[in-house]
Nanobody
Framework: QVQLVESGGGLVQAGASLRLSCASSGRTFSNYGMAWFRQAPGKEREFVAGISISGLSTYYADSVKDRFSISRDNAKNTMFLQMNSLKPEDTANYYC?????????????????WGQGTQVTVSS
């Protein structure tokens, strides 16, 4: 059974940083593309960032490019999202997702497993 567990969310002021983690179990983590999504109240879920199985290729939404950094540690079955210069509009529940295969890590990919989410709230 695949499990994805996010952590690291919280309440911060604008301009601060947070680092989210996503711990995976139940599957060979290094065989699957991974991504972060977020959903704010009243809005649709949106893609934030994705990472290839090696970690050498990444993709970011325009809204977070140059502020957020996605990474993964395959030895520890964990993915990260470093969020810098946070803005109030980054406030959302952040979810990690596991792609269907090694090529599934971009916005249009298929994601089969999701975590329960971690809340990020940025005050102005």
């Amino acid at each position: 059974q695949v499990q994805l567990v996010e952590s690291g969310g919280g309440l911060v002021q604008a301009g601060a940083s947070l680092r989210l983690s996503c711990a995976s179990s139940g599957r060979t983590f290094s065989n699957y593309g991974m991504a972060w999504f977020r959903q704010a109240p009243g809005k649709e879920r949106e893609f934030v960032a994705g990472i290839s199985i090696s970690g050498l290729s990444t993709y970011y939404a325009d809204s977070v490019k140059d502020r957020f950094s996605i990474s993964r540690d395959n030895a520890k079955n964990t993915m990260f999202l470093q969020m810098n210069s946070l803005k109030p509009e980054d406030t959302a529940n952040y979810y990690c997702a596991m792609g269907r295969g090694p090529s599934h890590w971009r916005p249009e990919a298929i994601y089969d497993y999701w975590g329960q989410g971690t809340q990020v709230t940025v005050s102005s």
